[in-house]
């Protein structure tokens, strides 16, 4: 059974870095695209960063470029979210997701469940 597992949110402080991590079982994540996506309530989900499957790039969305940097673990099957300089608004539930490719929220296959990210003083 392939599934995404969320680790590590938590409350930080503005200005604070915080990593989380997106374990695999079941398939292997080097072969899909890997996203991370963010969604307050009330509101839609929403892209943060994403590793390519075609060539490995790695994407992030202009509000957390020079912040937020994504890396893997290949021996662990695992995807990371290292965020640093995070602000109020990096608040909501993070979850990974895989696909095909790097192409936005329908796109994506297999789901976490998320974790919480609070950035709160």
């Known amino acids: 059974q392939e599934q995404l597992v969320e680790s590590g949110g938590g ?6 870095s915080l990593r989380v991590s997106c374990a695999a079982s079941g398939f292997t994540l080097e072969r899909y695209a890997i996203g991370w996506f963010r ?4 509101k839609e989900r ?6 390519s ?3 490995g790039r790695v994407y992030h969305v202009d509000p957390v470029k020079g912040r937020f940097t994504m890396f893997r673990d290949r021996a662990k099957n695992t995807v990371y979210l290292q965020m640093s300089s995070v602000k109020p608004e990096d608040t909501a539930i993070y979850y990974c997701a895989t696909g095909p490719e790097c192409a936005g929220v329908s796109t994506m ?4 469940k998320g974790t919480l990210v609070i950035v709160s003083p």
């Open 53 to 55: 499957s075609s060539d």
């Open 109 to 112: 296959k297999v789901w976490g």
């Open 11 to 16: 409350l930080v402080q503005p200005g604070g």
């Open 39 to 42: 969604q307050v309530p009330g």
């Open 46 to 51: 929403e892209g943060v960063s994403c590793i």
